[in-house]
């Protein structure tokens, strides 16, 4: 069971650092297995590739010809506008997409023109701002500054990719 905070005052400072040896420990079990899992992954993905090869070939060479028979046959999708097959269907689509080709011009344009509901205004604080007016002792409604310190500890980066590298 945890300990509370109060009674982590009787610990010693050697017992603080078996505490982080302890979690070092896991995470490097934990980063090389990872690893191994990333390894036996890859080598799935490029057996998988390896396999797909000649399905990737068909359907690089395939896919752009069945779309350019819908482009070049639109009529013969009107209605309806998909053709159904017993693997899927194929046919036209609609998509409509709203282009700006220039949006600071657009902007302006709706700001100058009193078009103020064709424009979104993203307000959100500054807080760099807000703590450089703090820091000069502005009294600002609603923030404060707060200082203090964070209980933090960290593993050694070379540990960590030693234990990835040593399963890689």
């Known amino acids: 069971m945890p300990k509370r905070l109060a009674d982590m005052r009787s610990l010693t400072m050697a017992d603080a650092e078996r505490l982080h ?3 070092t420990t896991a995470k490097l079990r934990i980063e090389r297995r990872a690893a191994r899992a990333n390894v036996v992954i890859q080598r799935e993905k ?3 590739a390896a396999d797909t090869v000649g399905d990737a070939a068909t359907i690089a060479l395939l896919e752009p010809q069945l779309l350019a028979f819908i482009a070049t046959h639109e009529e013969q999708f009107e209605k309806p506008k998909q053709h159904v ?6 046919g036209l689509r609609k998509v409509t ?4 080709d220039d949006e600071g011009a657009f902007v ?3 700001a100058l023109n009193g078009r103020d ?10 807080k760099n701002a807000i703590r450089a007016r703090l820091q000069d002792e502005e009294d600002l409604p609603h923030c404060e500054l707060r200082t203090g310190n964070v209980a933090t500890y960290s593993i050694d980066r070379a540990l960590l990719a030693e234990a990835r590298d040593a399963e890689a």
């Open 46 to 48: 490029s057996r998988v």
């Open 85 to 90: 097959t017993p693997s899927g269907k194929f």
């Open 21 to 23: 040896e302890a979690i």
């Open 117 to 126: 509901d064709l424009i979104e205004v993203v307000k959100s604080p500054a």
């Open 108 to 110: 302006a344009w709706a």
């Open 97 to 100: 997409d709203t282009v700006i």
